[in-house]
Each structure stands twice: as C-alpha cells, then as structure tokens.
C-alpha cells in the first residue's frame, strides 16, 4: 500500500527504515573485507620467533547503524584497545605498521596488504559501496543513478 507523504519529514521517516538497512549492508561489507585484509595480513608471514596471539586477527568491529537526527552512521573499525598483548608496542602501533605492510615495525612480509588502506581502496576508492548503495535502494523501488 502507496503512503501519502506530504512534507520531507515524512519523506525522511518513510526511506529511514530503508536506510538503516542499506547503511548495515554497506558497513558489513567494509567490514568483511577488513576481515580478509587481516587474514591476508597474517597469512603473509609466519614468526619464528614469537607465538601469536592473534589480538589483531580479531580486532575488527562493527556497530550497528543508528540514527542520528537526520542521517544513518555505522562504525566499522580495528579496535586498537583490544590489542593489550604486545611486548614494546602498543595497539595503534601495531595497526599502523600493518597498514604500511610491516610486521613488528620492521619485517616485510609476503605480498603483506596495507591492511586498512586496501580495505578503503577495494570498498570505497573503487566505488563498490557506490554501486551496493544504488543497487539496494533500487531493489526497494527507490529510482536512483549515481552520477
């Protein structure tokens, strides 16, 4: 059944839910490549000199979309604070040596991601969000076409 809208806080409460939805999609895609770029991560180098804990493995996070006045926001991130096993380094150090490809600061692994980087390039910089974005709201039957 067609609802009557009239003014554009109808307008903003009846694509909400829509949203809300869509915003989840796009969070857990970005997410579920972050997850891949981890794993790729460790996959690229193999200690022999310490065991692995595998903190950063499981750093990433999403939280769920909520709404905020009039826009959807969703988090996904690598929780740096979740990290608290390392010896001479802390989270966020850890995180941003991943993100140049370096394993303890130093060591070059194989074919190492820069593990957020690459996540925002094979999401974001590429226009896939973009697409999944435009596809979902098509799917509802909202016409849209990015530019």
Same mark, same amino acid.
């Given at each position: ?27 857990? =895609? ?5 997850? #891949? ?5 460790? +996959? ?13 493995? =499981? ?25 608290? +096993? ?5 989270? #966020? ?9 370096? #394993? ?9 991601? #820069?593990?957020?980087?690459?996540? @925002? ?9 973009? =697409? ?9 039957? @909202? ?5």
């Amino acid at each position: 059944m067609a609802k009557k809208i009239s003014n554009m806080n109808q307008l903003q409460k009846a694509l909400m839910p829509a949203m809300v939805k869509m915003t989840d999609t796009l969070a857990e =895609r970005v997410y579920e490549t972050l997850n #891949h770029f981890l794993q790729e991560y460790y +996959n690229s180098y193999n200690p022999t000199s310490y065991r692995r804990q595998f903190d950063f493995l =499981r750093s990433a996070v999403k939280i769920k979309p909520t709404v905020k006045g009039n826009k959807v926001v969703a988090y996904v991130y690598i929780d740096t604070d979740y990290m608290g +096993n390392y010896y001479d380094a802390t989270g #966020h150090q850890v995180a941003s040596w991943a993100n140049e490809g370096l #394993h303890g600061g130093t060591i070059e692994g194989d074919n190492t991601p #820069h593990v957020w980087d690459d996540t @925002i390039e094979n999401t974001v910089s590429n226009g896939e969000l973009l =697409r999944l974005a435009v596809d979902y709201l098509k799917s509802k039957g @909202i016409p849209v076409s990015p530019k």
